[in-house]
């Protein structure tokens, strides 16, 4: 089994707040490439390839900071 790659890093928001994460890389591109329904059934990859979609995925991920079910 491979060992699990974490990123410790800051986010800053559109807004200039930053907050810290850390990403477990393998969970990370596991929801990276995973059809959402948040996003019509499109993975986050494909939604990142225009603003609106970052902008989506922005409010989604915002939402998980909050607490609120993907």
Excluded: C, Y
Excluded at 5 to 26: A, M
Excluded at 28 to 46: D, I, K, Q, V, Y
């Amino acid at each position: 089994m491979a060992a699990n790659t974490n990123l410790d890093g800051t986010l800053q928001l559109p807004d200039g707040r930053t907050i810290p994460v850390v990403i477990k890389t393998d969970k990370a591109m596991n929801w990276l490439n995973s059809a959402n329904h948040e996003f019509g059934g499109r993975t986050p990859r494909e939604v990142a390839a225009t603003s609106e979609g970052r902008d989506q995925i922005l409010d989604v991920l915002t939402g998980l900071e909050h607490g609120f079910p993907a």
